[in-house]
């Protein structure tokens, strides 16, 4: 070191000095990747310094090679060494006259073992050949050697295992046997330099699939579910999923997705409908492939009627009625009609030729050719199959005509009296109606003789004839767009009904007859109301008048006189007014006399009573003034008498004996005499238990009533007393509280009345655990004076 300061410092003072160029390094080794500098000294006054590359190229600064200078030094940094930095690298100096010195440095540069690559685990599928790939890389070329379950694996022929020469490991036909860890050794002898890589290698087996049923049928809209079972296998276990239509079905609430051990993935549809027919797919993938099974759902679809529409067709015309339905399988159409309940398949007719079905494949189409009325109505479309039957219904409706109803055309008068001609029409549709007179349309404001009622298929004329032009010929006319039809009616004058005939007397007693006769050969053209039958006693100028109930052709004549001869005539009455009387006809009364026998009916009473009830009978013409009844038991030989009013309208029988038969004699009297005798006889049963029901029977309503209400009251007093004692309330407590009350208040009277102060007590009303306790309610009882009343704490404001 003395020495080159001693020659540096020869060279500053000699003006003809040489530079000196030197290299801290001379040769270099140097692995991938590593960094080194070096640095250029010169001697001498240079003018430049200057780094050449091997290629003798100048070097220039770079982010990995960077140069450095500082007066006479110069710094040459390599980062992270490359195979291609290697070589001569020359430090040239320059002094001012042009001259140059240099020195060089010799970059030797080596790789070290280097995995490069090297991935584990490596995979790959069963029975295809294996590659496991090591690259590693060094300067020199490395010796790599391949381990397997600590054992050197080698080549030799016909072995599955190979080491290619690129290093890597190859393996026939890899099984899952082949699994495992494989060890990739690699040496550089001339340094003694040795590593290594443990690598996984994983052989994967492509998906095994397997369906336990393939084929499946469900029905649509029964809240049926269908699980589909797909068995996968393989390695890794394969990743299952479900698809129909191209597309992944997910979890819902209809698709339900579930897996079990062994391998097994279920799929179940819910709800099952008819839009989820059809394949699926059940897919099994990993990393060795991917296997698919398909599974077919065969949705079974309950017929349904999916177009039917109602129909209008034109009398006369043909109505084309049509019905489609569909379903899995599809059904058979057919028809019923509504009316009578007549069914039409394919190919039926009616048994007049008219109707006719005709239709296949869920289709039908029921012609009807002539229209008729009797058509209108409902006709059901009915698709059956054999998973059901569906139904729906249609109208035929009908357009037609006016039809008039009514045959009635001839109507009557009088001047003065209003009268209603009705015009009624059944159309379809609903026809307009005008009434014509000879030319005139009759205009449906009201006029001073005619007026015009509308309604529903129905118009009235009212007419008022006025005088004798207002009769004659009235003309209805009904139109709608399939037609326009008329009617004629006729107003005639109205006359009052003949006289009735054949009259004669068909029952006759002491005080009424029935007087029958034969209608009125004519009414007059305007109905009979009533019938009016005059009569008088043959002695007498005076007649007296009965009418019929309604148009009856028999009158009941009442309050006559007995053993009498009486006049009768008949004459019949319209609104037009009253007919001519007919022939007059004689009868007489009948003699009061004795009452038939009477008519009696048996009832079981109450108790030891029975009860006979008297049916209205023939009193001869008489009041019955009395019945006289006679009774015995069979066993007994006298008889027990009754007398019982007339008027009464039953017979009580009582105290009779228990199992007992009587005999009953009853006779009717009236002021003519006796009757002839009616028998009667009847059982008495046997004598009932005493039990609660036939003690309470035995006595009256009143008397079961009053016990209720007896019992009742007492009960009612218990408590109260109860109360009293135990809980100080109830009825009593309060009548003594207002006892005391008014005992304390007139004690205080005197002190009340010096001191000018109202004296308050206070009652408590509620008791809780025991204790009185004054509540916001409670009552006071105020005393002022000679004068108390009673308020509520809540009034006792001044």
Same mark, same amino acid.
């Given at each position: 070191?003395?020495?080159?300061?001693?020659?540096?410092?020869?060279?500053?003072?000699?003006?003809?000095?040489?530079?000196?160029?030197?290299?801290?390094?001379?040769?270099?080794?140097?692995?991938?990747?590593?960094?080194?500098?070096?640095?250029?000294?010169? @001697?001498?006054?240079?003018?430049?310094?200057?780094?050449?590359?091997?290629?003798?190229?100048?070097?220039?600064?770079?982010?990995?090679?960077?140069?450095?200078?500082?007066?006479?030094?110069?710094?040459?940094?390599?980062?992270?060494?490359?195979?291609?930095?290697?070589?001569?690298?020359?430090?040239?100096?320059?002094?001012?006259?042009?001259?140059?010195?240099?020195?060089?440095?010799?970059?030797?540069?080596?790789?070290?073992?280097?995995?490069?690559?090297?991935?584990?685990?490596?995979?790959?599928?069963?029975?295809? =050949?294996?590659?496991?790939?090591?690259?590693?890389?060094?300067?020199?070329?490395?010796?790599?050697?391949?381990?397997?379950?600590?054992?050197?694996?080698?080549?030799?022929?016909?072995?599955?295992?190979?080491?290619?020469?690129?290093?890597?490991?190859?393996?026939?036909?890899?099984?899952?046997?082949?699994?495992?860890?494989?060890?990739?050794?690699?040496?550089?002898?001339?340094?003694?330099?040795?590593?290594?890589?443990?690598?996984?290698?994983?052989?994967?087996?492509?998906?095994?699939?397997?369906?336990?049923?393939?084929?499946?049928?469900?029905?649509?809209?029964?809240?049926?579910?269908?699980?589909?079972?797909?068995?996968?296998?393989?390695?890794?276990?394969?990743?299952? !999923?479900?698809?129909?239509?191209?597309?992944?079905?997910?979890?819902?609430?209809?698709?339900?997705?579930?897996?079990?051990?062994?391998?097994?993935?279920?799929?179940?549809?819910?709800?099952?409908?008819? %839009?989820?027919?059809?394949?699926? @797919?059940?897919?099994?993938?990993?990393?060795?492939?991917?296997?698919?099974?398909?599974?077919?759902?065969?949705?079974?679809?309950?017929?349904?009627?999916?177009?039917?529409?109602?129909?209008?067709?034109?009398?006369?015309?043909?109505?084309?009625?049509?019905?489609?339905?569909?379903?899995?399988?599809?059904?058979?159409?057919?028809?019923?009609?509504?009316?009578? %309940?007549?069914?039409?398949?394919?190919? =039926?007719?009616?048994? =007049?030729?008219?109707?006719?079905?005709?239709?296949?494949?869920?289709?039908?189409?029921?012609?009807?050719? %002539?229209?008729?009325?009797?058509?209108?109505?409902?006709?059901?479309?009915?698709?059956?199959?054999?998973?059901?039957?569906?139904?729906?219904?249609?109208?035929?409706?009908?357009?037609?005509?006016?039809?008039?109803?009514?045959?009635?055309?001839?109507?009557?008068?009088?001047? %003065?009296?209003?009268?209603? @001609?009705?015009?009624?029409?059944?159309?379809?549709?609903?026809?307009?109606?005008?009434?014509?007179?000879?030319?005139?349309?009759?205009?449906?404001?009201?006029?001073?003789?005619?007026?015009?009622?509308?309604?529903?298929?129905?118009?009235?004329?009212?007419?008022?004839?006025?005088?004798?032009?207002?009769?004659?010929?009235?003309?209805?006319?009904?139109?709608?767009?399939?037609?326009?039809?008329?009617?004629?009616?006729?107003?005639?004058?109205?006359?009052?009904?003949?006289?009735?005939?054949?009259?004669?007397?068909?029952?006759?007693?002491?005080?009424?007859?029935?007087?029958?006769?034969? !209608?009125?050969?004519?009414?007059?053209?305007?109905? @009979?109301?009533?019938?009016?039958?005059?009569?008088?006693?043959?002695?007498?100028?005076?007649?007296?008048?009965?009418?019929?109930?309604?148009?009856?052709?028999?009158?009941?004549?009442?309050?006559?006189?007995?053993?009498?001869?009486?006049?009768?005539?008949?004459?019949?009455?319209?609104?037009?007014?009253?007919?001519?009387?007919?022939?007059?006809?004689?009868?007489?009364?009948?003699?009061?006399?004795?009452?038939?026998?009477?008519?009696?009916?048996?009832?079981?009473?109450?108790?030891?009573?029975?009860?006979?009830?008297?049916?209205?009978?023939?009193?001869?013409?008489?009041?019955?003034?009395?019945?006289?009844?006679?009774?015995?038991?069979?066993?007994?030989?006298?008889?027990?008498?009754?007398?019982?009013?007339?008027?009464?309208?039953?017979?009580?029988?009582?105290?009779?004996?228990?199992?007992?038969?009587?005999?009953?004699?009853?006779?009717?009297?009236?002021?003519?005499?006796?009757?002839?005798?009616?028998?009667?006889?009847?059982?008495?049963?046997?004598?009932? =238990?005493?039990?609660?029901?036939?003690?309470?029977?035995?006595?009256?309503?009143?008397?079961?009533?009053?016990?209720?209400?007896?019992?009742?009251?007492?009960?009612?007093?218990?408590?109260?007393?109860?109360?009293?004692?135990?809980?100080?309330?109830?009825?009593?407590?309060?009548? !003594?509280?207002?006892?005391?009350?008014?005992?304390?208040?007139?004690?205080?009277?005197?002190?009340?009345?010096?001191?000018?102060?109202?004296?308050?007590?206070?009652?408590?009303?509620?008791?809780?655990?025991?204790?009185?306790?004054?509540?916001?309610?409670?009552?006071?009882?105020?005393?002022?004076?000679?004068?108390?009343?009673? !308020?509520?704490?809540?009034?006792?404001?001044?």
């Amino acid at each position: 070191m003395i020495a080159k300061l001693v020659l540096f410092g020869l060279l500053v003072c000699g003006s003809q000095a040489v530079l000196q160029v030197s290299i801290s390094l001379n040769k270099v080794e140097l692995s991938v990747g590593e960094s080194k500098f070096f640095t250029c000294t010169v @001697i001498g006054e240079p003018v430049s310094l200057t780094w050449f590359n091997p290629q003798g190229e100048p070097i220039v600064s770079t982010q990995r090679v960077v140069l450095h200078t500082e007066g006479v030094r110069s710094r040459l940094t390599i980062y992270n060494a490359i195979v291609e930095d290697a070589g001569i690298y020359r430090c040239q100096a320059k002094d001012a006259k042009g001259q140059s010195q240099e020195a060089t440095v010799v970059l030797e540069i080596y790789q070290k073992l280097t995995f490069r690559s090297v991935q584990t685990p490596q995979e790959f599928r069963q029975s295809e =050949d294996a590659e496991v790939v090591c690259d590693v890389i060094s300067s020199p070329v490395p010796a790599v050697s391949w381990f397997y379950k600590n054992k050197e694996i080698l080549s030799e022929p016909n072995n599955r295992f190979q080491v290619l020469p690129n290093n890597n490991l190859q393996i026939m036909r890899v099984g899952k046997s082949d699994e495992g860890e494989y060890r990739c050794e690699a040496r550089v002898e001339a340094r003694g330099e040795i590593d290594f890589r443990n690598i996984a290698v994983v052989v994967n087996v492509p998906p095994v699939l397997s369906l336990p049923q393939q084929s499946f049928n469900a029905t649509a809209d029964a809240e049926e579910s269908v699980t589909f079972t797909c068995i996968t296998s393989g390695s890794p276990d394969p990743e299952v !999923t479900w698809h129909r239509k191209g597309q992944q079905i997910e979890s819902s609430d209809q698709h339900v997705l579930g897996s079990l051990e062994g391998g097994r993935s279920m799929l179940t549809v819910r709800s099952v409908g008819k %839009g989820d027919s059809g394949p699926y @797919i059940c897919r099994a993938t990993n990393k060795a492939g991917v296997l698919e099974g398909q599974l077919v759902l065969k949705v079974f679809v309950q017929p349904h009627i999916t177009q039917l529409r109602n129909v209008t067709a034109v009398e006369g015309s043909a109505a084309l009625i049509s019905c489609s339905a569909e379903g899995e399988p599809l059904p058979e159409v057919s028809w019923r009609r509504g009316s009578d %309940g007549q069914s039409f398949s394919d190919g =039926d007719k009616s048994a =007049d030729g008219r109707v006719e079905a005709r239709g296949r494949h869920g289709k039908s189409m029921l012609t009807i050719n %002539g229209v008729r009325l009797t058509d209108l109505g409902r006709f059901d479309c009915e698709a059956h199959s054999r998973i059901g039957d569906h139904q729906k219904s249609m109208y035929l409706d009908i357009e037609y005509a006016p039809k008039f109803q009514n045959n009635h055309t001839i109507f009557y008068s009088w001047e %003065g009296n209003p009268v209603n @001609i009705s015009c009624e029409v059944m159309s379809n549709p609903p026809a307009t109606i005008l009434w014509r007179r000879e030319r005139y349309t009759i205009s449906s404001e009201a006029t001073a003789n005619t007026r015009v009622h509308s309604g529903p298929g129905r118009s009235q004329l009212e007419v008022t004839p006025m005088s004798e032009r207002d009769f004659g010929r009235y003309n209805c006319t009904a139109r709608n767009n399939i037609g326009a039809r008329y009617q004629e009616f006729i107003l005639a004058q109205a006359d009052v009904p003949s006289n009735p005939y054949s009259v004669r007397l068909t029952a006759v007693a002491q005080r009424i007859a029935t007087v029958a006769f034969m !209608t009125p050969d004519s009414h007059g053209g305007v109905p @009979i109301g009533h019938y009016l039958v005059n009569y008088k006693e043959s002695s007498n100028q005076q007649w007296r008048s009965a009418k019929s109930h309604g148009v009856q052709s028999t009158v009941m004549l009442s309050s006559l006189e007995p053993n009498t001869t009486y006049v009768v005539r008949v004459a019949a009455v319209n609104g037009k007014g009253q007919g001519e009387y007919s022939h007059t006809e004689t009868f007489q009364t009948l003699p009061i006399r004795e009452p038939s026998p009477p008519t009696v009916h048996g009832q079981r009473e109450v108790g030891k009573a029975y009860r006979l009830g008297l049916i209205k009978q023939d009193d001869g013409g008489m009041p019955i003034v009395e019945y006289i009844v006679k009774y015995k038991p069979d066993k007994d030989d006298q008889w027990m008498t009754k007398l019982v009013p007339g008027v009464h309208e039953f017979i009580l029988l009582q105290p009779l004996q228990w199992n007992t038969r009587y005999s009953v004699e009853i006779t009717a009297r009236n002021i003519k005499g006796l009757s002839e005798p009616t028998y009667f006889q009847f059982l008495m049963p046997q004598k009932p =238990d005493i039990t609660a029901d036939s003690l309470f029977s035995s006595l009256g309503l009143g008397t079961v009533v009053g016990l209720g209400v007896a019992a009742l009251l007492l009960l009612l007093v218990l408590v109260d007393v109860s109360c009293f004692f135990l809980r100080q309330c109830g009825l009593l407590m309060c009548l !003594t509280r207002r006892l005391c009350s008014r005992k304390s208040a007139t004690s205080a009277k005197g002190k009340e009345l010096e001191e000018g102060k109202a004296a308050y007590l206070k009652l408590p009303l509620k008791e809780e655990n025991g204790k009185e306790v004054l509540k916001p309610d409670t009552i006071e009882i105020k005393v002022r004076g000679e004068n108390s009343h009673h !308020t509520n704490s809540g009034d006792s404001k001044a």
